[in-house]
């Protein structure tokens, strides 16, 4: 076998985690040399899947750069589980960090304030979607 490279390390990661086996997804996760943002996203949705939202939190907390999706991961994994004040915090630190949401954190994000009964989140969500983006964010 070819040697192993992130890309192969994640295949392996995100493949344990689409059945559902934690346990290996995260041996195999904590043994990589280098890990990609895919493989931390993957680590997140996979956890917030079996409702381990605070151990998705900590892959989380324990990346050094987060990327759109893990930001998104995170936030619908909250909405997902109904710990929706959690999700609706994150994605403010996230607007505070400059850093323009994905539809997975804003379907999140709304989902989490239409579970709770906070209108004004969803209001403030559309505000967000009108304001004009530059050539540059995606």
């Given amino acids: 076998m070819p040697q192993r490279n992130v890309v192969s390390w994640t295949a392996i990661v995100a493949g344990y985690v689409r059945n559902g086996d934690m346990c290996n997804a995260k041996e195999v996760?904590?043994?990589m040399p280098d890990r990609s943002a895919m493989a931390f996203?993957?680590?997140?949705?996979?956890?917030?899947?079996?409702g381990q939202?605070?151990?998705a939190r900590e892959v989380f907390d324990s990346m050094g750069s987060r990327d759109l999706g893990s930001w998104g991961a995170m936030i619908a994994?909250?909405?997902q589980n109904w710990c929706c004040e959690e999700a609706i915090e994150l994605f403010y630190k996230m607007r505070n960090r400059g850093v323009r949401a994905n539809e997975i954190a804003m379907v999140g994000v709304v989902s989490a304030a239409s579970k709770i009964g906070k209108p004004e989140v969803s209001d403030s969500v559309s505000e967000y979607l009108e304001k004009p983006?530059?050539?540059y964010e995606h």
């Fill in 29 to 31: 996760f904590d043994k």
């Fill in 41 to 50: 996203t993957a680590m997140i949705s996979g956890y917030c899947k079996i």
């Fill in 53 to 55: 939202v605070g151990l």
């Fill in 77 to 79: 994994g909250y909405a």
């Fill in 133 to 135: 983006r530059t050539l």
